[in-house]
Every structure is written in structure tokens, then in C-alpha cells.
């Protein structure tokens, strides 16, 4: 402990310098990805026809349902946001709304699932020992007693599908049948999956239709840079970053797909290089993408893994879609995880080091030992510095999805 606190004391100086010189950053806020903006760049004719299949939504007894499907990175999650708070601003006055928005990959179950939009209803939690039917219609009375009607998202909904099939799903767009009253809720559902629809059984599809599936394309380096300058201009002093900087950025992200999550990745290590070096201006020479992804690994190259192989690197691939590195530890739970929601029982810890091993061994992954005297026996930090983890990772779930 006084140790601890002796260290303290003399760095402190040194330590705060570095995270509070904020010579370029204001506020970091922006630059996570969760901020919503208040305007969507390059996605007007996307919202436009995600506004005509809510075409009368404003009439009390009109439910409407949407499905979006697209890349990693491609606005999904951000275009339902902005869209249901825009429609919910603009029927102020007209039909109450509710919005609940619930991503099935960290809710995984058909429980899970009615939980959160419970919650978010702020109905207290369904009580444990009801079915799912029970369930609903309890949302449903909330819901009609506060004369509201309830636009759910289900994002990354895949996942709910392949694990429960899609019966909630089925149940969710019956839930005004046979009732009194109809127009409860609207339903978007949201996935990478552009074969989602097969997923579902003839009775769903018909509810949906056909013409209610919105694809959203990559984008290209232009819009990228428009991401870009967009975090920049919120999160930043004015001047910090140029145009030749959000040029560089929208080109490298334009080439790992037209992920905007690459964009703002890339924007925030920059950023992140010339804070540390306490300068005032971000540099072209900041950007630096080919320090952890230059893509020398073929993404088909993990065809021919095993699949507990492919589940372990599946694991992986989540995680450093947001962070730097991984460790082995939580890179073991990741995998524990992945095959549950596939229905598979996790090979042993032994098996698991054999596959890190192979996965290295292929390229696929780097691995080092922690840095020493960390007292955590033989954790290992795993990196991806040959690939991009995003386009290697909806490969794989690509596949599970259609084993
Ligand atoms: N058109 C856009 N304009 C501004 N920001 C965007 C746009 N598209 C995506 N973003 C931002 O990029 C990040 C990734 O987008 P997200 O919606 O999470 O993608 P997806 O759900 O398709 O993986 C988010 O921080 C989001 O706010
Ligand atoms: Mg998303």
C-alpha cells in the first residue's frame, strides 16, 4: 500500500500531464461509439425508405415492421436510433411512443430479451414462472394503458434466432391478434445477416414481407471522411485535425470495408498519438492503421480451421473489434460464450491453449506474455495485427449461421 502511494506521488505530475493536456481533445464522449449524432451522414435515402415502410405510423391502430441488414460498421444500430427518436419527435402531440431498443447479442435468450423491453418500459421486471405469451401481453396492457405505442428494436437479432429460433419473433408480431384493439408495436429488426430472412419459417415472411428488408451498403472513403470530421468537430479544438487527416482516415477505412467503426477507430488513435506527445495538431503520420491491421491474412484462410477453432477465434474477433488486445483469460470466457449460443460444449482448457497455438501458428493471431511480475501465471495478451477482427469474425458467424 505505501508503496503504492510513494508511486503515486512521484509521477503524478507526469501522469497527469499526459491524459489531461488535452490539447486536442475537449470531450471524448463523441468519439465512442455509442454517440448518436444528430444528423446521419450519407444515409438520407436509407431513412427515407425506412420512413416509407412506416408509412401511416402516425394512426392509432397501425403497427409497421422493418428489417435492415448490413455489414459491421455500416450505421445499423445508429440509423434505428436516429430514426426512432426522429419519429418519435415527430408525432409529439399526435400518438405517444415508446422506444425500445434491445441488442440480442448481449441478451441473448427469449427471456432475456422480454426483460429488457420490460424494463425499459419501466414496468418492473416480469416476474419469474410466466411464459413469454404471459409476458407479452402483460408489455401489451402497459403499453395500451398509457394509450403509447411501442417502436422494439431487435438488433443483432441473428443471434436470438439462432438460439431460440425465431418463436418470440413470431409471437412479438401477433401480439394485437385476436385482441381488442390493435397498433400495439412496431417491430425493426436489425442484422449482419443478409440471409436473415431465410431464417424465418413461411408464417413470419408473409408478416413481414419481402419489401419491408432495407440493405445498407458499405460506405466509401468520401462519407467516411464526412464520419470522421463529424466526431472530430465534436470531440476536438478547432484546427487539431486537417483535411489531409480525414482524408487518410476515410481512404483506410474505405479499404477495411467501409466500416465507419473503422473511421472513428482510426480518428481516436490519432488523436490519442498526438496527445500523448502533447502537440496540438493530429498528423497524417498518426493515423496508423498498418500497425495493427495490415491485411496480410486471407479471411478464407479460416475456412479451413476446426470449427471449436473457429469458435475460439470467433471469441477473439468480438473483442478486438473495440479493444487493442485481448487476454487469454477473457479470450477462454468469449469462447465459452460463442458456444453457447451455438450449442456447443467448450472443449477443456488444454484443447483451448492447443488452438491458440494453432491460430498463432496460422498467422491469425499474435500473442505475448503479460509484461513480468503481474503475478498471472501464464496469461497471455492476443492481438490481430494480420487482419481486420470485424471481417474475419462475420465470416465465421457467416458460416455458423448456415450449418
Ligand atoms: N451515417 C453515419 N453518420 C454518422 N455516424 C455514423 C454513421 N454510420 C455509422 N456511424 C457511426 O459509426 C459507428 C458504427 O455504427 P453502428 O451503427 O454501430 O454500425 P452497425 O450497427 O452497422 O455495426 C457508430 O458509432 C455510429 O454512430
Ligand atoms: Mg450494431
Known amino acids: 500500500m505505501s508503496k503504492n502511494v510513494e508511486m503515486c506521488n512521484e509521477s503524478m505530475a507526469d501522469y497527469l500531464d499526459r491524459i489531461g493536456a488535452g490539447k486536442v481533445l475537449i470531450s471524448r464522449e463523441p468519439l465512442s461509439y455509442d454517440w448518436t449524432p444528430s444528423e446521419l451522414v450519407g444515409r438520407k435515402d436509407e431513412l427515407g425508405e425506412l420512413a416509407s415502410m412506416f408509412f401511416g405510423i402516425e394512426n392509432h391502430n397501425v403497427s409497421c415492421r422493418a428489417v435492415i441488414t448490413g455489414n459491421v460498421g455500416s ?3 445508429v440509423l434505428t436510433r436516429r430514426f426512432c427518436m426522429d419519429v418519435a419527435a415527430k408525432l409529439e402531440g399526435r400518438r405517444k411512443v415508446s422506444i425500445a431498443h434491445v441488442n440480442c447479442r448481449s441478451h441473448p435468450s427469449a427471456s432475456q430479451v422480454l426483460q429488457q423491453i420490460a424494463s ?4 418492473g421486471h416480469p416476474e419469474r414462472g410466466f411464459s ?3 409476458v407479452i401481453q402483460s408489455i401489451r396492457r402497459n403499453i395500451r394503458s398509457r394509450e403509447s405505442h411501442l417502436l422494439l428494436i431487435l438488433d443483432e437479432v441473428d443471434v436470438l434466432v439462432r438460439r431460440d429460433n425465431s418463436d418470440l419473433i413470431y409471437k412479438l408480431l401477433r401480439i394485437d ?4 384493439g390493435e397498433g400495439t408495436l412496431s417491430l425493426i429488426m436489425v442484422s449482419q445477416e443478409d440471409s436473415l430472412f431465410t431464417l424465418f419459417e413461411a408464417a413470419i415472411k408473409s408478416r413481414l ?3 419491408n428488408i432495407l440493405r445498407m451498403r458499405p460506405y466509401v472513403a468520401s462519407e467516411l471522411v464526412e464520419i470522421a470530421r463529424q466526431r472530430y468537430e465534436a470531440s476536438c479544438r ?3 485535425v486537417s483535411d489531409e487527416v480525414l482524408r487518410k482516415i476515410g481512404i483506410f477505412a474505405e479499404e477495411s470495408g467501409g466500416d465507419a467503426r473503422m473511421a472513428i477507430e482510426l480518428l481516436d488513435r490519432a488523436i490519442g498519438e498526438a496527445e500523448k506527445d502533447g ?5 497524417v503520420d498518426d493515423v496508423l492503421p498498418s500497425k495493427s491491421r495490415s491485411a496480410s491474412v486471407e479471411p478464407n484462410q479460416v475456412d479451413g480451421l476446426k470449427l471449436h477453432q473457429k469458435l475460439v477465434l470467433l471469441g477473439i474477433c468480438r473483442r478486438l473489434k473495440r479493444e487493442e488486445e485481448v487476454s487469454s483469460g477473457d479470450a477462454s470466457k468469449l469462447y465459452e460464450l460463442v458456444c453457447e449460443e451455438n450449442n456447443e460444449t467448450p472443449k477443456g482448457y488444454t484443447t483451448f491453449w492447443k488452438y491458440l497455438k494453432h491460430l498463432e501458428s496460422e498467422g491469425l493471431i499474435v500473442s505475448r506474455a ?4 503481474r503475478g498471472r501465471g501464464r496469461t497471455r495478451y492476443i492481438t490481430m495485427p494480420n487482419s481486420v477482427p470485424a471481417v474475419i469474425g462475420s465470416r465465421i458467424e457467416n458460416e455458423l449461421l448456415r450449418r
Do not use: A, Q, Y
Open 75 to 77: 450505421g445499423k444500430t
Open 120 to 123: 425499459s418500459l419501466d414496468s
Open 132 to 134: 413469454s405469451g404471459e
Open 177 to 180: 391478434e385476436d385482441k381488442e
Open 209 to 211: 414481407g419481402e419489401s
Open 238 to 240: 478547432p484546427n487539431s
Open 279 to 283: 502537440r496540438e495538431k493530429v498528423t
Open 370 to 373: 503479460s509484461s513480468s511480475n
